[in-house]
């Protein structure tokens, strides 16, 4: 049994409304207790949705009055319908286990556009393929408390730029995810325009709000006087640096999460989470060309697209590892692999897969599940370009399922005109890991789960003044990896600045000089609260550097014992970090963007974004916790993204452009 479909859900005159009302009272709580239980089995779920959704047509068949509606109300038609419908059609996934890491307590702090594009055309498309427009937004309704907003009314205000720009897109300050083809995300003086000096006076000059009022987690990019950057719900935009007003806007099919590249000749590139990669005239905001890199549905590309000598290199990931929370999906089917692309034309010339063979049925679950595998491997990072030895490094993350493979949790060179693996150095050998480990039902989870520590920041590439090189990886276990790039990834040493987990370790990113690498930690905890969780506001977090040549520690910048104190609060720091002469910049999940002193960890300036903005463009806006892409330093101002509401964080949907004064 199943509602009706229509082009909307039409509001409904009940005859009785007093029966209609005890109705939806005895259906929330009927639901209600279906989630907590976890009871939404295959042989229940139809009956008793069938039978609550026959309730809701007939009442409204044989009703003569008006229904009274009370936006927000959880007791509107469309509300009760959309609990239902999201009880039928997410719930299994979202609301069941022992850690719940999307349920209702997290969705409830998105906006109602927001939902309904992940809904529409967002990461959620292919799970409500078969809910037409009403039922969408019902569970949006449902979810938000608040009345319906029809897709695409999306508040997308802009202050548009009077004049042209006055420089050139030639003229590059903060280029891409790293700054540079060796990802250092290490910013030299001349191009900073900033010194350790200057740091105590940066004072807030302009806010940027995106659509949306949840994230804000792409790395901002600077190149000829613009600031470009991109949206979870797909917008780039291409920002005046002094001002923040706006040139042009592009739309993408999905969010980007990573920086975008421009090239020699002002085109910009970059992914999203659609796996599609984008060429766009970096004046103009017009589309040059755009590829579909990855033909799984689940496919991401969530790193940075890396540009050399023509080519664009990148790697793709997928959302597929946290869907076998579900013990009814057929996990998994997803293999890793890095691209190379014409950068005119975006002819593929090659793809390397990071698992060789294709996945194969292996087992089937306790609830008679079909199983897949090898799988996994995905490639979360932007490339390293070693011009010395042609070659691209990228890391790797774990296997979902059985049998694990030699290319996981790994560091591989490749080839830059054939995609050949050159090498691959495997740092953690036998991680099978998925969502379904997280569940008191581990019926999916592989049979002899791993510890989950992906490889998800890009690797960096540095000379030593003695003119060795070094590669530095930072792992998910908290460990910073010292290898040898000249002897097949040798390693040369190996140094834990964290305690590292399935939220723990080194995230996104870490920054190097000279002299030392710097790796902020996030090792996140969670504690229960009622329907949900929230961050552990004693757990995590910290700043760490380390001797390149050696691997020794230096100093530890470690959050206060006492934790922090504002809502869904955690001292994690799982940002990127970035780094200016004797500055290092990160931002934590508690909302605050620090400087640190390179020297000894002390820090020189502390903003906190936790808090409301008024913005040039006009759209109402929040900072929140600071996670994935972190600070651009270049031309004098520091750019930094503030929102993230996923993981239990504070949501927000701000870009913060600071000056000295």
Request: glycine content about 14%; charged content about 15%; some cysteine.
């Amino acid at each position: 049994m199943s509602l009706v479909r229509s082009n909307a859900i039409k509001p409904t005159n009940y005859k009785s409304l007093a029966i209609c009302q005890n109705f939806g009272r005895r259906l929330e709580m009927a639901c209600d207790v279906a989630v907590k239980r976890g009871n939404w089995g295959l042989k229940t779920r139809p009956v008793a949705v069938g039978f609550a959704l026959l309730c809701i047509v007939s009442c409204s068949e044989v009703s003569s009055g008006q229904t009274p509606t009370t936006p927000g109300s959880a007791q509107t038609e469309s509300s009760v319908i959309g609990k239902v419908l999201y009880s039928r059609n997410c719930a299994m996934c979202h609301e069941l286990g022992t850690l719940p890491l999307m349920n209702r307590f997290v969705l409830g702090e998105m906006s109602a556009p927001y939902i309904l594009r992940a809904l529409t055309v967002g990461i959620m498309r292919n799970q409500a393929s078969q809910l037409n427009a009403g039922e969408r937004e019902a569970i949006a309704e449902y979810l938000t408390g608040k009345s319906t907003i029809k897709p695409g009314k999306v508040e997308t205000g802009e202050e548009r730029c009077s004049a042209k720009p006055s420089t050139s897109l030639k003229v590059s300050n903060w280029n891409g995810w790293g700054v540079d083809l060796e990802n250092t995300r290490f910013q030299p003086t001349a191009a900073a325009g900033l010194t350790v000096g200057q740091v105590p006076r940066l004072r807030l000059k302009w806010a940027f709000g995106f659509p949306g009022n949840f994230a804000a987690y792409s790395q901002p990019v600077v190149v000829g006087g613009r600031v470009f950057v991109g949206s979870p719900l797909g917008q780039v935009y291409a920002l005046d640096a002094k001002t923040g007003c706006s040139y042009w806007t592009f739309q993408a099919l999905g969010g980007v999460r990573g920086a975008v590249t421009i090239g020699p000749d002002g085109t910009a590139y970059f992914g999203d989470t659609r796996a599609n990669v984008y060429a766009v005239n970096g004046s103009s905001g017009k589309l040059i060309w755009q590829k579909q890199v990855d033909d799984h549905p689940l496919a991401r590309v969530t790193g940075s697209v890396k540009l050399y000598e023509g080519t664009l290199y990148f790697g793709a990931s997928s959302r597929e590892e946290w869907l076998s929370t579900s013990n009814t999906y057929e996990c998994c089917t997803f293999r890793g692999s890095i691209s190379a692309l014409q950068a005119k034309t975006g002819k593929l010339i090659w793809k390397t897969y990071t698992i060789v063979n294709p996945p194969k049925p292996t087992r089937k679950n306790d609830s008679g599940t079909q199983l897949y595998g090898p799988s996994g491997a995905g490639v979360w990072g932007s490339p390293t370009i070693d011009s010395v030895l042609r070659v691209l490094y990228v890391g790797t993350g774990d296997n979902y399922t059985e049998p694990a493979t030699e290319n996981s949790d790994a560091i591989l060179a490749l080839d830059l005109k054939s995609g050949k693996v050159v090498w691959s150095k495997q740092i953690t050998s036998g991680d099978a890991f998925n969502g379904g480990c997280l569940q008191s039902d581990k019926s999916t989870c592989p049979e002899k789960p791993g510890p989950d520590f992906d490889f998800g920041a890009s690797i960096i590439l540095r000379t030593l003044p003695n003119g060795h090189r070094l590669l530095v990886a930072g792992q998910k276990s908290g460990v910073l990896h010292g290898l040898d790039p000249d002897h097949q990834g040798e390693i040369l040493w190996q140094t834990k600045v964290g305690g590292g987990g399935v939220l723990g370790g080194i995230q996104w990113g870490a920054t190097a000089d000279a002299d030392a690498v710097f790796a902020g930690i996030s090792d996140i905890g969670l504690i229960s609260a009622g329907e949900g969780f929230l961050p552990d506001p004693k757990a995590g977090g910290g700043l760490h550097a380390v001797a390149l040549a050696s691997g020794k520690k230096l100093w530890d910048a470690v959050p206060s014992a006492e934790g922090c104190n504002t809502t869904r609060c955690s001292p994690a720091q799982s940002a990127a970090v970035t780094s200016i002469p004797g500055v290092v910049f990160s931002g934590s999940e508690d909302g605050h963007v620090r400087a640190y002193s390179s020297a000894d960890g002390k820090i020189l300036w502390d903003y906190n974004s936790l808090q409301k903005f008024e913005t040039v463009n006009k759209i109402t806006a929040n900072g929140g916790t600071i996670d994935g892409g972190g600070p651009a330093v270049a031309g004098g101002m520091l750019f930094v993204n503030s929102g993230y509401g996923f993981l239990y964080g504070a949501p927000g949907n701000v870009l913060l452009a600071f000056g000295v004064e």
